[in-house]
């Protein structure tokens, strides 16, 4: 059941004829329109606590909605502005037009906060838009580990977890108490730790009270590895998993992905079948569901989300893959032992250009793509995947989009445009136009992108391992 926090807060601006020294009439009309006032009031304070009913039982089913009630027209939106991956503003707005002629309306909002989403994320979630104007941007912290190079990132409650290319493979930054202009010294020791070999990717989840990392190692064997880093000085591998049916040239542990108690591991195409699930609810012993799913592509981004369809919950996997008539991947994962692809939705865009990054916020996905003269950044409506997406917006950054985050009125995004390489966009699908494009961070990581309470954090293969932009 989704937690809500009903605070209406009456946002709209009442106007009322007559005045002082009016006449008898005149004197009437001002009553009356009070009385109207009241009224129209009570309507959009009422439309807002329906709101809020409807996503106490389902969160998802809070939808924008016009309709004419009498004298009134009733309007419910959800501002881009303000929705974050487990909260959104509800705004109200009642308007009529008065005897003179004037048009007046009042408002309310409200902020309701999806506690599944949240469970469902393990925890790693924001419910406030982020602060500021992000022009420009600004480096607030930054830190390095060598040897070794980055191969990705997650962050939980301002903890940096970082999978490298070199013992012990992964590197935990406590960020909590890092103060403006910090270089270096974010890294905490993690004793004699190693997780045995590379690893590729990584998700954080708060489970059952502890904190775990799971990671795809770059191995044949044994490409599922879970740490417990509840005690970031002290990790523990808990477990290791072969992933079912993989062979051939690529069987390694490529990209993860964290839902509700269930992980996505995949690997680049190979042989054999490139995605699979786990059943985590005990991290310390996985259990792979099915043997896993041919796609027949690399799956160089995914997310996970769960939708209310034909009566029952659906688990959809968006994959972001190198194949050119399916660059955006769309999976029905609800079954793993019996995954379908939902081809009407996968999207065969202009030109051949791979896909390269995801992110889904509510209903809204945002999907980037390698450069090639076309547009590389893209939302798609995600609010009924089983039908299809369809394009709601689209923006030619001259670039390579190979990480995304979203947030309120903003999309953070990763590119391989020299000299520009950490860039800000407007999140409004009808106006993706840029906010900042001059950010120098060369070398980021194609997994290296979060963002976290006002916070980017981001990884490169250069100088900084690990730099947090904000801001000022």
Not at 119 to 148: E, H, K, M, V, Y
Not at 258 to 273: C, F, H, Q, S, V
Request: with cysteine.
């Amino acid at each position: 059941m989704a937690m809500t926090i009903a605070l209406i807060v009456i946002s709209g601006v009442v106007s009322v004829a007559g005045g002082f020294g009016a006449a008898l009439g005149g004197h009437r009309s001002t009553i009356s329109n009070g009385e109207i006032n009241g009224e129209a009031l009570h309507k959009a304070q009422d439309l807002v606590e329906q709101a809020v009913a409807t996503a106490r039982i389902r969160y998802s089913s809070v939808a924008e909605s016009t309709a004419k009630d009498g004298m009134y027209v009733k309007r419910l939106s959800i501002p881009v502005a303000y929705a974050t991956q487990c909260a959104e503003t509800i705004a109200s707005a009642v308007s009529w037009t008065d005897a003179r002629g004037r048009m007046l309306s009042v408002g309310a909002t409200t902020t309701i906060v999806d506690v599944p989403q949240m469970l469902a994320l393990g925890g790693a979630c924001d419910i406030s838009p982020p602060t500021g104007g992000w022009s420009p941007p600004a480096t607030f912290a930054s830190s390095n580990f060598n040897p070794g190079k980055p191969t990705g990132l997650d962050v939980l409650d301002k903890n940096v977890y970082m999978t490298a290319d070199h013992a012990p493979y992964l590197f935990i930054a406590s960020t909590t108490y890092a103060a403006l202009g910090q270089s270096g010294g974010l890294f905490v020791g993690t004793g004699s730790f190693t997780a045995g070999v590379r690893l590729n990717d990584i998700r954080v989840a708060k489970i059952n009270g502890s904190i775990y990392a799971f990671t795809a190692a770059d191995s044949s064997v044994k490409q599922f590895r879970v740490i417990d880093v509840t005690d970031m000085n002290n990790p523990v591998l808990v477990a290791v998993r072969t992933l079912a049916d993989v062979s051939g040239s690529f069987p390694q542990g490529f990209r993860v992905y964290y839902y509700d108690k269930r992980l996505y591991i995949t690997t680049r195409e190979t042989a054999g079948n490139e995605f699979h699930v786990f059943d985590v609810s005990t991290p310390a012993t996985p259990v792979e569901l099915g043997t896993g799913y041919a796609v027949n592509r690399t799956i160089e981004s995914m997310v996970v989300a769960k939708k209310f369809h034909s009566g029952s919950d659906h688990y959809y996997a968006y994959l972001a893959t190198d194949k050119d008539s399916a660059e955006l991947t769309v999976l029905d994962v609800t079954n793993p032992a019996a995954i379908t692809e939902i081809a009407f939705a996968d999207q065969d865009l202009p030109g051949n250009q791979d896909g390269a990054s995801l992110y889904l916020l509510a209903n809204r996905l945002y999907f980037g793509r390698l450069s090639g003269g076309v547009s590389e950044l893209f939302v798609f409506d995600a609010s009924t995947p089983w039908s299809g997406l369809r394009i709601i917006g689209q923006r030619d950054i001259g670039a390579g989009v190979i990480g995304l985050a979203v947030s309120g009125p903003f999309v953070w995004l990763a590119t391989t445009k020299v000299s520009k390489e950490f860039q800000v966009y407007h999140s409004d699908p009808y106006d993706l136009s840029p906010v900042n494009t001059n950010f120098n961070f060369p070398n980021l990581i194609e997994n290296g992108v979060r963002y976290s309470d006002n916070f980017m954090y981001v990884a490169s293969q250069g100088n900084d391992a690990l730099r947090i932009i904000y801001s000022p």
